[in-house]
């Protein structure tokens, strides 16, 4: 589909003039003249698609009416990957894909069967994606003019042709010419990873939807008569089916419950109370079975058992909700409703770029205002920042997306067991994102490749983009008065900043993950959160009343992020900077206490020292700083860790065995000694097995390694609770669901480095009364202008091959 909302930058004269001039009001010819030219106008702006863009403010009132609006300046042409010399940091290429899988499938030890041919008995490639150099190899290349390191893939095998079964990792190079191939070795980690921890995937799927459509036909009277919904041979009013996970109470286990939600639109906000669960932990899936059903809050062995008692009456029957059965209800839809706003439709204030582009995009690499960085999306992983710099300076090697989670609560089987780590559901599956909706019109977009439990990989369009954006608010500024009706100076700049956004789609939800480069040296890591909630039959001691007699189940949104932070080299301290109470005597009124607070620096030497739970009694700076290296005042430069957006986690890790599979959610904060070893908190196999994960992050910290003069990463965990609420349909909104973090400079600099920008605005007093001096250093106020904007295109499909 393309349509087209921006053809034409000419608008008319007449359009404006009218609204300004009161004489045609009172004369007659000149109404009928307005009417006239009013009329034409229209029919030019339909015609044409005329777009007035925002004007900038410095530009009022200098474009004469009826002028055509020039484009502004395109900036800073983007480039393209160079896959002939890809970045350290770039995803895999469509042929670098291909060449991989063509290599594996053509080892003969290996004996893998090609994707499309392959069944879950067969060893069959389940993913592949960039294996990143180790650090100091890319360091010696980025820093010391060393050899560029090889490039290499991560392939994952699900090898279920193997006695017993079992999930493989191999790294394979050298790209894009593929002649090696090892088993990813780590002595952190489970080795070798358990079958029954795998993420599910089609052929495991393929297998058992078979054993739900007989259920669900044996049952379909009951789902008909109780919820006016069924799923075998289904047609119209059809339920869909999810899985739950972990898959399994201890480790080893694998056994899905799955629930059934309402089919059409925001059918997941309505799940029924029905759900079945699967057994499917034999090596033999004729042996997979159901083994427990659910129905309106009674337990059976089987779905005979069900059936019998709904016959003989033994069975308390749930029975329809009339919201549900309404085809029109428009809770969980997206139809506009309610008392329209504005009154009269009309577009809202769009970004205009006078200067053209004003960062560089050279394949995945980015440069702003001093900053600079690569990133990639990663399909376990989600997204990852490299080599982050403020005007040459590196702060962090690595700055990348771990894990998210939600951990429901509830009675029903399903809520009991939802307890999603959200790296085993593709997280790097950002679906297209929409030009003046999820980024601004002016954006850059990228697509991105992802390949897992495919034969080729999926091109997901649009998946990232970039873009400066005026946030809205001055980065700093102060007027200053001089205390007699007038002012000495007034001092301000706005908060252009650089936005580096995906949306993790997974399933019902919607991550918003946002990057903000702040020109003062700040870095703001943001994830928001929308989409739909899931909602259950289960007791109002989990959660409100909703739409269709449902509640909305509590849970607790978890995101963790690796900072792999490098001020001004490896080798950094952590400090905590305490802010401590101090009872003293008045050193004027030596008669009088004082009690105020004072500051205590806290060196953090081991580990353990530097695992922070969050205690508001001790309020604390988290500091990163480079023991040999000062700023002008003396002062160690230094990197705060600023959390903005944190909970407390109630469930406990020593009596509550799943959370031993995200123990990292315990710790708002936690420093570590960078390791090649613990390049994860998490994993994609933590998910079914949280119970002996494969990444047990508190491994990382038990060893309670020296933290002094080492290699640092930061490991920050941002949460929410969240108990669903009326307005949260149709959707959870990001307003208030907002969560982040900050990196910011403690003494880097000697003051702050936005000083440089020529955006500033200093205003002083002029010669005579009533004028002033707006000094701008430079930056031309005019003329406006109109952002070139690329036609209105969406697609939305994502199914690979392309
Ligand atoms: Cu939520």
Redesign the pocket.
């Known amino acids: 589909m393309e349509t087209t909302d921006s053809r034409s930058h000419t608008y008319s004269a007449v359009s404006l003039a009218t609204s300004e001039t009161p004489s045609w009001k009172t004369t007659s010819f000149w109404q009928a003249i307005s009417v006239v030219l009013v009329f034409a106008c229209v029919v030019l702006t339909v015609a044409l698609g005329a777009v007035v863009a925002s004007m900038s403010s410095g530009t009022q009132g200098q474009q004469s009416l009826g002028s055509t609006l020039a484009p502004c300046p395109a900036g800073i042409p983007v480039e393209p990957v160079n896959e002939d010399d890809p970045g350290l940091y770039d995803d895999l290429s469509l042929a670098e894909h291909n060449a991989v899988r063509v290599y594996m499938e053509s080892r003969e030890t290996l004996a893998l069967t090609p994707w499309d041919e392959a069944g879950f008995s067969d060893n069959y490639i389940n993913s592949i994606e960039l294996h990143v150099p180790v650090k100091s190899e890319a360091l010696a290349f980025l820093d010391g003019g060393g050899d560029k390191p090889e490039r290499q893939a991560l392939v994952t095998v699900h090898a279920g042709g193997k006695t017993p079964p079992v999930v493989e990792e191999y790294v394979v190079g050298p790209l894009p010419n593929p002649a090696r191939h090892a088993p990813y070795s780590n002595p952190a980690r489970r080795s070798p990873i358990p079958w029954t921890s795998r993420a599910i995937d089609a052929k495991e799927y393929a297998l058992i939807f078979p054993i739900i459509e007989n259920a669900t036909a044996a049952v379909h009277d009951i789902l008909k008569e109780s919820y006016g919904y069924t799923y075998h041979n289904c047609s119209g009013h059809c339920l869909v089916d999810i899985d739950t996970v972990p898959k399994g109470y201890r480790s080893g286990q694998r056994r899905s419950w799955v629930l059934f939600h309402r089919g059409g639109v925001g059918g997941v906000t309505y799940f029924v109370g029905f759900m079945i669960q699967i057994t499917h932990e034999s090596v033999d899936p004729s042996e997979w079975h159901v083994s427990r059903v659910y129905y309106n809050k009674q337990y059976f062995d089987s779905v005979e058992q069900l059936i019998t008692g709904y016959a003989d009456g033994s069975v308390e029957k749930d029975t329809p909700h009339a919201d549900i059965q309404d085809d029109e209800i428009l809770y969980p839809t997206f139809v506009r409703r309610g008392k329209p706003q504005p009154a009269s439709p009309s577009r809202g204030p769009t970004l205009t770029e006078p200067g053209g582009r004003r960062y560089a995009v050279r394949g995945r690499h980015v440069e702003f205002m001093g900053w600079s960085f690569d990133w990639r999306l990663t399909t376990s992983q989600s997204m990852q920042l490299y080599d982050v710099r403020m005007n040459g300076e590196r702060i962090a090697y690595e700055l990348s997306s771990q894990e998210a989670t939600?951990f429901y609560s509830g009675y029903n089987p399903g809520m009991l067991n939802n307890l999603f780590v959200d790296s085993y559901w593709d997280v790097g599956r950002s679906f297209e994102l929409v030009r003046g909706i999820d980024c601004p019109k002016t954006a850059t977009f990228f697509n991105t490749l992802q390949q897992r439990s495919t034969k080729e990989p999926r091109l997901m369009q649009n998946a990232v983009c970039v873009f400066e954006l005026n946030a809205g608010i001055p980065l700093r500024r102060h007027f200053d008065s001089d205390f007699a009706g007038g002012f000495n100076f007034y001092g301000g700049m706005a908060d252009h900043v650089l936005v580096l956004r995906h949306i993790n789609t997974v399933y019902n939800?919607d991550y918003v993950y946002d990057y903000i480069f702040h020109q003062n040296g700040v870095i703001e890591v943001r994830v928001g959160?929308t989409g739909f909630?899931l909602t259950s039959q289960d007791k109002n001691s989990y959660g409100y009343p909703l739409y269709g007699g449902n509640i909305g189940n509590i849970?607790q949104?978890a995101f963790n992020y690796k900072v792999d932070l490098d001020i001004l080299g490896a080798q950094n301290r952590f400090e905590t900077v305490d802010i401590v109470l101090e009872n003293i005597t008045d050193p004027q009124r030596p008669d009088l206490r004082h009690i105020q607070t004072r500051i205590q620096r806290n060196l953090r030497r081991t580990e353990r020292e530097a695992a922070v739970q969050y205690d508001f009694n001790r309020p604390k700076y988290y500091n990163f700083y480079n023991e040999e290296e000062t700023n002008r005042f003396a002062v160690n430069r230094g990197y705060r860790v600023q959390l903005n957006g944190i909970a407390k986690t109630l469930l406990p890790r020593q009596d509550w065995a799943p959370m031993r599979g995200v123990a990292w959610q315990d710790y708002q904060l936690a420093v570590t000694r960078r390791k090649e070893s613990e390049p994860s908190s998490s994993s994609i196999y933590n998910q079914n097995d949280l119970y002996e994960p494969l990444v047990d992050f508190q491994t990382f910290i038990d060893d309670d390694e020296n933290i002094v003069d080492e290699d640092l990463v930061a490991w920050v965990t941002l949460s929410t609770h969240?108990i669903?609420h009326s307005e949260d349909f149709p959707t959870?909104a990001t307003a208030g669901?907002q969560m982040q973090f900050f990196l910011r400079p403690f003494n880097y600099y000697d003051e702050d480095p936005s000083v440089g920008s020529s955006n500033a605005v200093l205003i002083t007093p002029g010669e005579r009364s009533g004028s002033v001096r707006v000094e701008r250093f430079g930056t031309p106020t005019g003329p406006a202008c109109v952002s070139e904007q690329s036609p209105f295109r969406y697609n939305g499909t994502w199914r690979g091959p392309h």
């Open positions: 939600s939800y959160l909630i849970h949104h969240h669903p959870t669901t």
